[in-house]
Structures are given as C-alpha cells and as structure tokens.
C-alpha cells in the first residue's frame, strides 16, 4: 500500500507543478495584456483574477498534503500512523495506555532522528533518546509528555518532528498525529485540528477504538465539522487483536451502508451527517456535455470527496482511494478556477474583436450613407425649391387675400408710439409722419411674414422629414465614437460641428429672414408718401391707416415674392449643403486615424492576446480533464495527417470508441492555432453532424520531455471518411443524404459564428448507417478572430480566399465543389484540373472562372445547386439554409421516383 501512497503523491505533486506554472503563465500574461494598453481603461478589472479565486488556488500551489490523525485512542493513532508508513516507527502494542500524554507528532522527510520544535518551527535544545538504526522505533521517552514538561509552558506546546528517510516522506507528505492527554478537553481538539490544518491540504483521519462513540467524541466531532462542514473525514476501526473480535471488524463501508443498526458508530456518524444512508457516487461524471469549457461549481461540489468508514485495519488499503480522492479534488478545484477565468477572457477577447470588426466594416459605410443622404436630401429640396414656385406664388396671394381684413382692422386699431396727435388724429409735427409708416409696416411685415414662413415649412416638412429622421441616428452613431476620447479637442470641434450642422442647415425659421418682405413694403410705404400732400397737415386716422395697409397689401407682387423666398431658400440649402460637406471631411479624417488604430488593436486581439489566453484555456482544461479522466491508453494508429497522428482508444471518459489526435506543436505559432482549434470545437454544442470533441490531455513527458510536449485531442471515432466511402461506391440516394448532412453541418457552424473554411471529401467522416459529420476544425474560427491568412485545400478554396478578405461564403463554395464529388460517386480530380501543373496554375485558373466540368449524370437540378455554390461573386452564392431546403426536395423527389418504379 506504501507503494501506491507514494505514487498518489507523487502524481499530486507532478500535477500541482503544472497548474503552479499555469498560474505563473496566467499572472504573466494577464499583466501584459494590462500594460499593452489596448484595452478600455474601465475594463481593466474585468482581466483580472478575483481575489477569493486566489485564494482557492493558494492551497494547492503553496502547501503540502498533510495526513492529520486524531481519533478516540492513542493506541488507535499509533496503529493507523504505522499502517500509513508501513513500518512500526511509533511505538506500539496492545501494552500502550491511552491515558498517557504524548506530544504532536510531526513527520517529515529528513534524516533519521527526532527534535522537539515550537509551533513557531523554533528547535528546542533537548536531549533525546537515540532514534538512528533503520527498524527501530521512536523512543517512547521522546513522543510522551512528563508532569514535569506540562509546567513549562514551552515544553508543553512543542512537537515532537520526526524525520525519516521514508518514500512517502520523500514524495512530499507530511504526517501529522494529534497529541494525547492534552485533548481532554473540545476546546484544545478543536484549537490543534485548525492549527493542523493550516497552511496545509489536510487529508483528515479519524482513528476509532472502541464500539460506539463517547459522548466527549461525538461533542469533538461536531466541533470539527462546524469549523469546515465541507471536510470530509476517513474514519478508521482499528480495534485491539481481543478474542471479542469479530470478522465484521474487518469490513469496509464504502457509500451506501450496508450495516443494520447494530453498527452504533454507522449509525453515530449518520446522526452526525459524516455518513449517509443514500448511495455515494465519488466516481468522476462522464463528459457528456463538451459545449462546456468551464465546469460549474455546483458539478465540482458533486465530487468532492465524500468522509468513509473503514471497519478493520486489514481494509486500510480502502485509504489510497480516499486519499487519491481528496488530492484530486484540489487539483480540480484549482484547475476549475483557472479554466473558469481563462474561459471567461477568452470571451471577452472574441467579443471584442466582433465588436472591433463591426466598428471597421460599418463606420464607412456610415459615413458614406450620410454623405449619400445628404447628397439627396440637398438635391430633392432644391428641385422642389424650383418646381414649387407656382405654387408657392399662389400660397402667398392666397395668404395675403385670407389675411387682408385682419391685416386692416390690426392696422385701424394700432396706436403709434412717440408720435403727438392733435384731437383730429392730426400730427402735430409732420416730420413724425415716418414714425407712424414704420411703425405700421413693422405691424403688418410681423404677421405676414409669420404666416408665408409657416406655411412654406408647411410645403417641405415631409420631403425633410423623410431625409433627416435616418440622418439624424446615423451622425449620432458617428458622434458617439468621440465620447471615449474627450482630451482630443479637435475631434470634439469635427464632431459638434457635424451635429450643428444637421440642427441648422434645413430649419426653415419664422423670421425675417427666411421670408425678407421689407424691401417690398419699404417701397410700397415710400409710393403712398409720395402721393400725400406735403403743405396740408397730415391726418393719420383710422381711414388713413386702413387705406395705407390695404394699397400696401394690394399692390405686392406675388411674383417677385415667391421668386424673392426660392433664391433665399437655394442660397441657404447651398451654404448649409457646403458646410456639411466641409465637416464631413474632417469627420472622415477622425475616423480614419480611428480605424486604423482600431484595426491594430483587431490584429493585436487576433495575432496575440487571444491565442495566448487560447493556450491557457487549452492547459488548463486539459488538466482538468487529466485529473478527472486520465490518460487514455493509445491504440493502433488510423490516421495520418499534415499536423498529426490519430490513434483509436477504446474508452475513455466514459465514452467510446474514441479516436486520439496526437499533434505535437512546433512552436508557439503552431501552438496559438491548436489552442484556437481547441477552443472553438470545444466551446460547441452538441450537434449530430459535428465530430464532438470529448477531451483533451497535454503529455508534457513525451519524447523523454526533452521537446515540445504533445496535446492528445480525443473525440469520438467514426468508421470512414468520405473519400473512402466513394471509393467503395455509395448509392446516390445514400449520397445525397450525405450532402444534405453536410450543409445541416455548415449551417450549424455558421449559427455558431464559426466559418470551417476546409470543407473537402477527407473532413466528412461517416458513421456506420453512412450518416455523415463535419470533423477537423483546425481552421475553423469566427470571422472576427480571421486575421486573412490563405488557408484550406486548393481545389476547394474560394477565388476570394487569396484577397484575404471573405466570409462564412466560403463553406458555400466548398460544398459546391465537394458536392460534384458526391454526385459523381468518385474521388478523380476534375478534367478541368487535370492540367493544372501546380496549386498557383490551379489557383489562376479558378480567380478566371475555371470549375468541374459538368458530366452527364448530373441533371439540372444538382448542375445548377453546383454552379450556384461556386459562383464567383460571394453574394451571389446561396445561404446554407436554402441549399438544405432544395436538397430536400431532390431527395423526397428521387424516393418518390424509386417508390414509382417499385410499382
């Protein structure tokens, strides 16, 4: 048994060093994207880990296990901390007392010998008993407490620290057995199990003697549960060799129990809540749902180590498993913590770059729509501007006709202001004369210049309102850009400018300057003061005012009016139409320096920052699943490829067969791209047509650990692939299903945000009924993370691909060239290509509009979804969606057919 603790630990500590590492790496990496200062300063705390996480890692990246005994017994302690070495170091025997006093026992790797230290690790000066031949064991002179040592207070906290040159010791445990005597009462119990605890990963025994718990036992374990109601404990039976012995001491509980009543400390531990009459299931849960890169907590809960019951020394082996159980649950909640945090950044770099690429794509097409707009907007005023004037010119005779009787009695009823009459309404200086035309002027220019301007907003309000409402969101789109950036005063300037620009360029105001009749009504007045006798004093009376207003009105040329308001109107559009165009300029020039800071920040996301944080998640999740699965054992090799070997499994995780993707990455380029791949596959729900990945495992031992290590990616394992299959010949009915399973594939990835962008006959892998799912994800990525690298197999790749800029279209066009395959039944490369003497001939061929020759199986309908799918313009290709549905119709089509010649 000593032999298989000591491989737990080790294997503890093997594993605890990668997860320490991929801590260091996370902490690293995470402080450079800080400080790269790329990111949203108020964003900067989202790319932190939380302290109480930290705190959860700290156990197990900064302590040692540690087996703490206590129990009911000193005679119990001695047995169980032996039965753990493997060797009687302690002195035991059915002779020991357990009313004697003995010290803490602390052992740890060393040389031979024993000391006595003061829980601050001070070493007393002591003399000791010898403690140097292999075999013997510790001096009981050394470990029990005299009368004489209780008076001295530091002498009585000491430990005794046992060192030994023991392999468990070796492998980094520590033992820990609580002192005896000095626990008499719960208070000092309760004091030294937290003080063992600490600093620690405690591995709780607790060591039972007699039949049933004593009532100071029960007290002390209830005490021990309130400090950590999660702890789990193994309880240990190690009764003296009396002829009361029975066999049933030799028993094991293990979950459900499976003992009656009779079992008093069963049933004890049961009322305790340390046991329970339900089944336990501590095994690791199967990997069921690999849409989940992060476990949640309350799945972590369910395999946390549940306490035991162990009846018998001679079952004490039931302790490794315990012990493994205990270990790896740290492990697990370590690597949870970590994979949670990388998982959750990884998604905020993802959403980052998709809202980065959407700012780059609809900026200029924003700000070409405004331009655009306005442009329209301008021109349609303008136009009806001119073709309005007739109307326009009628409006205003119908204004000055409907208005005339209130103008006069408005007029009649004035009474001027600073001029002097005489009883008769008569001016007692003439020269005030120009008082009382103004003054009547100004009376009647109010009221009819309100009137004409309101009822021209009237005849454009429509035709503005149906420009502006869209304009209006749009620049404030634009607008909202410069909020994060309000030290940079010139682009607040540029920004304003644009936004006073759509308030004032097409307001058509009430005022005297929107419709300017003064000059008319000024030469009007100066006619009818021309036509007054100068020697005579003037009377400015009711009739005369009435007569003056109605010569005024009558007299104004409706024509020259209306001609007068369309020149002002024009002018205006024209000024208000060049200051847009001005401020359009300087809000082009932001945005540009804008998006081209934006694009660098889209590379650094996608080239750097991303795929590092990609390379953590990929760690550790394949820790985590390392802990929870382990290694799955390689069998024959089935396939090779371009970057790796695959293997069949047998099981694993539960799930089976399996095939194992063993891909050794060269360097960190390589590495960044399975660790994408890793992740987007990953991350995907469960779907019929894509080949799930179950798991992942990094072997950091490969090839001696001299070199890189290899990342086995383990999913689920099919019969054939595709190209296979048409090799062997398929029926096309069986084919054509084939093709329908293929585009439901696409169409799911596309649904997902992924492009595959390598859809060709060796990716489609099928099962044994011949239903077919997409496999090798390698290049699949969201179109935001594509940095517009050429990637794919040449036949199959799209003449945009070489641009490198392209959408999820790409599939489309694939599909349509691995859809010839499927309906020709063979895997021969199209005449067509045939003569292409190398990938850069084929590619020059396919950017001119080469494609498969069409053959004389194919009818119309396969012939035209083909041509459809390899168009060469990307927008004119068919959506996934609608290929499923006419594939659809071809297949129930070619049943019917079948089922009409069966008749």
């Given at each position: 048994m000593v032999?298989?603790?000591?491989?737990?630990?080790?294997?503890?500590?093997?594993?605890?060093s990668i997860l320490k590492q991929i801590n260091w790496d996370t902490t690293k990496v995470l402080h450079e994207i800080r400080n790269s200062g790329c990111l949203?300063?108020?964003?900067?705390?989202?790319?932190?880990?939380?302290?109480?996480?930290?705190?959860?890692?700290?156990?197990?990246?900064?302590?040692?296990?540690?087996?703490?005994?206590?129990?009911?017994?000193?005679?119990?302690?001695?047995?169980?901390?032996?039965?753990?070495?493997?060797?009687?170091?302690?002195?035991?025997?059915?002779?020991?007392?357990?009313?004697?006093?003995?010290?803490?026992?602390?052992?740890?790797?060393?040389?031979?010998?024993?000391?006595?230290?003061?829980?601050?690790?001070?070493?007393?000066?002591?003399?000791?008993s010898s403690f140097e031949r292999e075999g013997q064991c510790v001096p009981r002179s050394d470990l029990e407490?005299?009368?004489?040592?209780?008076?001295?207070?530091?002498?009585?906290?000491?430990?005794?620290?046992?060192?030994?040159?023991?392999?468990?010791?070796k492998a980094g445990a520590q033992i820990v057995c609580s002192s005896t005597g000095l626990d008499s009462t719960t208070e000092q119990l309760e004091q030294n199990v937290k003080a063992y605890c600490e600093g620690a990963i405690p591995i709780v025994i607790y060591a039972v003697e007699h039949e049933e718990l004593s009532e100071q036992d029960v007290c002390q374990l209830s005490h021990i549960q309130a400090l950590d109601p999660d702890r789990s404990i193994f309880f240990a039976k190690c009764h003296r060799n009396t002829q009361d012995s029975t066999e049933s001491d030799r028993e094991f509980i293990s979950g459900p129990l499976n003992q009656s009543g009779s079992d008093k400390i069963s049933q004890q531990l049961c009322d305790l809540g340390f046991l329970s009459t339900d089944t336990i299931n501590d095994s690791?849960?199967?990997?069921?749902?690999?849409?989940?890169?992060?476990?949640?907590?309350?799945?972590?809960?369910?395999?946390?180590?549940?306490?035991?019951?162990?009846?018998?020394?001679?079952?004490?082996?039931?302790?490794?498993?315990?012990?493994?159980?205990?270990?790896?649950?740290?492990?697990?909640?370590?690597?949870?913590?970590?994979?949670?945090?990388?998982?959750?950044?990884?998604?905020?770099?993802?959403?980052?770059?998709?809202?980065?690429?959407?700012?780059?794509?609809i900026t200029p097409k924003r700000l070409e729509y405004a331009k655009k707009k306005e442009e329209e907007l301008f021109h349609a005023m303008m136009d009806s501007a001119s073709r309005k004037q007739e109307e326009i010119k009628a409006e205003i005779r119908l204004t000055i006709t409907s208005l005339t009787p209130k103008l006069v009695e408005e007029a009649a009823a004035m009474e001027f202001v600073g001029v002097e009459l005489t009883d008769s309404d008569e001016l007692v200086n003439s020269s005030d004369i120009s008082k009382c035309t103004y003054q009547l002027k100004d009376l009647l220019l109010k009221e009819l210049n309100k009137s004409l301007a309101l009822k021209l907003l009237d005849s454009v309000q429509c035709l503005k309102e149906s420009f502006l409402g869209t304009l209006q969101r749009c620049i404030e789109s634009l607008e909202s850009y410069d909020k994060e950036e309000k030290s940079k005063e010139e682009n607040i300037h540029a920004v304003s400018a644009f936004k006073q620009i759509l308030d004032s360029a097409y307001q058509m105001e009430a005022t005297t300057r929107t419709v300017n009749l003064a000059r008319f009504l000024f030469e009007k007045i100066q006619q009818a003061l021309t036509m007054l006798p100068r020697k005579t004093p003037v009377k400015v009376d009711v009739e005369w005012k009435k007569k003056v207003s109605l010569d005024l009105l009558a007299n104004l040329s409706d024509s020259k009016l209306a001609k007068n308001l369309c020149s002002q109107f024009k002018q205006r559009l024209r000024n208000s139409h060049?200051?847009?165009?001005?401020?359009?300029?300087?809000?082009?020039?932001?945005?540009?320096?804008?998006?081209?800071?934006t694009g660098n920040g889209l590379e650094k996301v996608r080239k750097n920052y991303a795929p590092k944080v990609a390379r953590l998640v990929l760690e550790s999740t394949s820790l985590r699943d390392l802990i929870l699965y382990g290694t799955p054992q390689m069998g024959r090799e089935i396939g090779r490829g371009q970057y790796g070997v695959v293997y069949a499994c047998d099981k694993w995780a539960g799930s089976g067969p399996c095939a194992l993707k063993s891909v050794v990455p060269p360097d960190d380029k390589h590495w960044n791209d399975l660790a994408m791949e890793f992740c987007y596959t990953r991350a995907l729900p469960r779907h019929d047509r894509i080949v799930g990945l179950l798991g992942s495992i990094i072997d950091y031992n490969y090839a001696g650990g001299g070199c890189c290590p290899a990342v086995l990616l383990v999913m689920n394992r099919l019969t054939r692939d595709l190209h296979h299959g048409l090799k062997n010949g398929l029926h096309f009915s069986i084919r054509?299903?084939?093709?329908?399973?293929?585009?439901?594939?696409?169409?799911?990835?596309?649904?997902?945000?992924?492009?595959?962008?390598?859809?060709?006959?060796?990716?489609?892998?099928?099962?044994?009924?011949h239903r077919a799912k997409i496999t090798d994800l390698g290049f699949c990525k969201p179109e935001a993370m594509m940095s517009g690298s050429i990637v794919g197999t040449p036949i199959h790749m799209a003449p945009e691909l070489f641009s490198g800029k392209y959408d999820g279209s790409v599939d489309v066009y694939a599909f349509g060239i691995l859809f010839w395959y499927i309906c020709s039944g063979q895997v021969r490369l199209p005449v067509n290509f045939e003569q292409c003497a190398s990938k850069d001939q084929l590619w020059s061929c396919v950017k001119k509009g080469t494609r498969p020759e069409r053959l004389q199986q194919f009818d119309e309908e396969c012939w035209k979804v083909m041509e459809t799918c390899w168009h060469g313009v990307p927008e004119e290709r068919p959506l996934p969606g609608s290929i499923e549905i006419t594939l659809q119709r071809m297949s129930e089509r070619f049943q019917n057919q079948k089922k009409a010649k069966r008749k």
């Open positions: 032999s298989k603790l000591v491989d737990e630990i080790t294997q503890f500590h093997d594993q605890c949203p300063q108020d964003s900067d705390s989202a790319y932190l880990i939380p302290d109480e996480d930290l705190e959860a890692l700290s156990p197990v990246c900064e302590t040692l296990p540690t087996i703490v005994v206590i129990g009911q017994s000193l005679y119990a302690k001695v047995v169980v901390v032996n039965q753990i070495l493997g060797e009687a170091v302690l002195p035991d025997g059915d002779d020991i007392d357990n009313s004697e006093s003995w010290r803490t026992i602390r052992l740890k790797f060393g040389p031979r010998g024993v000391s006595l230290v003061l829980p601050d690790s001070y070493v007393l000066a002591s003399t000791l407490l005299k009368n004489g040592d209780k008076l001295d207070p530091a002498l009585a906290s000491s430990v005794a620290e046992v060192t030994l040159p023991h392999p468990l010791l690791p849960a199967k990997n069921e749902n690999n849409g989940n890169l992060t476990m949640r907590k309350s799945e972590i809960t369910r395999l946390k180590p549940k306490s035991k019951l162990m009846n018998g020394i001679s079952k004490f082996s039931e302790f490794e498993t315990y012990l493994h159980n205990v270990l790896q649950y740290e492990l697990l909640v370590g690597a949870s913590v970590l994979n949670e945090h990388h998982s959750r950044i990884l998604g905020m770099f993802i959403a980052t770059a998709y809202d980065l690429q959407r700012d780059m794509i060049d200051s847009f165009s001005a401020s359009m300029k300087m809000i082009a020039m932001y945005h540009g320096g804008r998006l081209e800071k054509l299903q084939i093709a329908l399973d293929v585009i439901q594939g696409i169409r799911f990835l596309h649904s997902q945000g992924l492009i595959h962008r390598d859809i060709k006959l060796k990716n489609v892998l099928l099962d044994n009924v």
